[in-house]
Nanobody, 119 residues
Framework: VQLQAFGGGFVQAGGYLRLSCVAS????????MGWYRQAPGKQRELVAN???????DYADSVKGRFTISRDNAKNTVYLQMNSLKSEDTAVYYC??????????????WGQGTQVTVSS
């Protein structure tokens, strides 16, 4: 299984970006897909997570500004980021918690996409 993230870039504060992440390969079931980010010198942190049939989790810092969504038919997760702030600058990673045919649970990560917000 591979995750490919798209949509990062450079934007001014107050602007918006939309990230996409496509999961490809042999997938039995995806339990959840989400986005994390890592700023320079900081640990990777959860941005938003969307489980199948469960409650969406958002980091407090992005609530009301970011929206996560999924297209299950396309195995794709999106992150709409509005009202961007300089502190949102980071490398954004998508991930997917999956179950294989043999019932093993495996988490996959995308390659990361850079988001830079200028103040």
């Amino acid at each position: 299984v591979q995750l490919q993230a798209f949509g990062g870039g450079f934007v001014q504060a107050g602007g918006y970006l939309r990230l996409s992440c496509v999961a490809s390969g042999t997938i039995f079931r995806i339990n959840s897909m989400g986005w994390y980010r890592q700023a320079p010198g900081k640990q990777r942190e959860l941005v938003a997570n969307l489980p199948s049939g469960g409650r969406i989790d958002y980091a407090d810092s992005v609530k009301g500004r970011f929206t996560i969504s999924r297209d299950n038919a396309k195995n794709t997760v999106y992150l709409q980021m509005n009202s961007l702030k300089s502190e949102d600058t980071a490398v954004y990673y998508c991930n997917a918690d999956t179950v294989h045919w043999d019932m093993r649970s495996i988490t996959y990560w995308g390659q990361g996409t850079q988001v830079t917000v200028s103040s």
